[in-house]
C-alpha cells in the first residue's frame, strides 16, 4: 500500500488549494478514504472522510462548508480542495486509508507521508 | 467537546515495560486505536478495537480497555520504539465518523 500526497504550498489567507493522494497497492475503489491534518509538534485532526464510491462524504466542523473532498476511482486519486484558506489551516495533510472494519468505527490503517499546506501572508 | 487525555510524556529503560493510558468518558462505549508516530515520520496503526493488533506489529505492542481508560503497553521496549504515540476513538454524540485523536505521549527510551 503506497499513498503519495502532492500539491502542498505558501497560499496566502483567503486563496485556494487542491491537494491530492496518489493510491497504489491496493483496490482503491473498496476503501473508504480521509485527510487528516497535523500542524508540526501537535496532535492529529481528522478532516474529511468519503466512501468507497464517493457517495457520502463527511467533515470536521471546523472545515465544514470551505473544504470539498472527492475522488476518481478510475485514477486511484483523492482529492481535497480548500477554499478559504485561514492561517490555523496551516498543518501537514496526511492521505489516510480506512481499514473498514466495519460501518460504525473508523480506523487509520495506512497512512501517506503527507504535504505541507501553509497559509500565511 | 469531546476530549482524550494521555499523558504528555512516558520514560522506560531499554527492556522495561512502558505504559501509556488513554482516558476518555466514551471509552466503554467506543473502540480505541493506537498509533505510533517516529520522528519526521507518519503515523503507523499499532492498535484497532482497543486491543487487536495488525498483522506486521510486533507481540510486544498489546493494547487493553478498562471502564474509561484504554492501555497501551509496549513490552521490552527497544530503542527504536522511541517516538509519539496516539491513541484515537469516537465520541457518543451519534454523529458520524465523531474522530477524536488524544493530544499524544512522547515515549522516551533512556
Known amino acids: 500500500v503506497q499513498l503519495v500526497e502532492s500539491g502542498g504550498g505558501v497560499v496566502q489567507p483567503g486563496e485556494s488549494l487542491r491537494i491530492s493522494c496518489a493510491a497504489s497497492g491496493f483496490t482503491f475503489d473498496d476503501y473508504t478514504m480521509h485527510w487528516v491534518r497535523q500542524v508540526p509538534g501537535k496532535s492529529l485532526e481528522w478532516v474529511s472522510l468519503?466512501?468507497?464510491?464517493?457517495?457520502?462524504?463527511y467533515y470536521a466542523d471546523s472545515v465544514k462548508g470551505r473544504f470539498t473532498v472527492s475522488r476518481d476511482n478510475s485514477k486511484n486519486s483523492l482529492y481535497l480542495l480548500m477554499n478559504t484558506l485561514r492561517p490555523d489551516d496551516s498543518a501537514l495533510y496526511y492521505c489516510?486509508?480506512?481499514?473498514?472494519?466495519?460501518?460504525?468505527?473508523?480506523?487509520?490503517?495506512?497512512w501517506g507521508r503527507g504535504t505541507l499546506v501553509t497559509v500565511s501572508s | 467537546s469531546y476530549e482524550l487525555t494521555q499523558p504528555p510524556s512516558v520514560s522506560v529503560s531499554p527492556g522495561q515495560t512502558a505504559t501509556i493510558t488513554c482516558s476518555g468518558d466514551?471509552?466503554?462505549?467506543?473502540?480505541a486505536c493506537w498509533y505510533q508516530q517516529k520522528a519526521g515520520q507518519a503515523p503507523v496503526m499499532l492498535i484497532y478495537k482497543d486491543s487487536e493488533r495488525p498483522s506486521g506489529i510486533p507481540e510486544r505492542f498489546s493494547g487493553s480497555s478498562s471502564g474509561t481508560t484504554v492501555t497501551l503497553t509496549i513490552s521490552g521496549v527497544q530503542a527504536e520504539d522511541e517516538g509519539d504515540y496516539y491513541c484515537?476513538?469516537?465520541?457518543?454524540?451519534?454523529?458520524?465518523?465523531?474522530?477524536?485523536f488524544g493530544g499524544g505521549t512522547k515515549l522516551t527510551v533512556l
Open positions: 489516510v486509508r480506512d481499514m473498514d472494519v466495519d460501518t460504525t468505527m473508523v480506523v487509520f490503517d495506512y
Open positions: 468519503i466512501s468507497f464510491n464517493g457517495g457520502k462524504k
Open positions: 466514551a471509552l466503554p462505549q467506543q473502540y
Open positions: 484515537h476513538s469516537a465520541d457518543n454524540s451519534g454523529s458520524y465518523p465523531g474522530v477524536v
